[in-house]
Structure formats: C-alpha cells, structure tokens
C-alpha cells in the first residue's frame, strides 16, 4: 500500500511540474498565424511571463490571461526568441517607471 501512495504522489509531482512547464521550445504556440507574403505576416502569440524573462528558458504565459502579442513581421518569429525576450524586457522595464 506504501509503494502504491509513493508512485501516486510522483505522479502527481511530475503532473504538476509539467503542467508549469509553459510551452515547450520550438512548440507552435502562435495564436494566429496569417501570411501576406511568404515569410511575412501576422502572428499572435502569448508574452512571457515577467518572472521568467531573465532565465534560461522563459515561459509563456496562459493565453487565457489574454496578455497577447500581436505581431506584424517575419513568419517563423519564436516567441521565445532573443527578439521577443529583449523587446518584452524593454516594454516592462518602460511600464515600471509608472
């Protein structure tokens, strides 16, 4: 009965630890995506969460929030990008000087 309860509870440990994982690297995790011209169009995709912008891995936020980028530019975009982590550091660092 006490291997059952042990196994129960890693399981729900992993289940737990995945599920605040975010998105997976290299997931499609676009909201919306229209190309105009190829390579070039509209995507909308999650931010990041704030707390994790200064790690290694960033995490997206749930889209439920309804805090979504709507951006116009090169198709294959990662939201989890350089780009995306840099532009998303600067938008919070100007909204906490309010």
Known sequence: MK????LL????????ILGLSGAAPGADSALLKEEFAPGYGHLKFPAIREETL????????DPSTGDVIDF???T?????????ILSQKRQDNFTDKD
């Open 76 to 84: 294959d975009q990662d939201p989890l990008g350089k780009d995306q």
């Open 54 to 61: 200064n790690w290694d891995r960033p995490v997206l936020k």
């Open 9 to 16: 509870l890693a399981a729900l440990l992993l289940v737990g």
């Open 72 to 74: 116009y530019g090169p």
């Open 3 to 6: 291997i059952a309860t042990s």
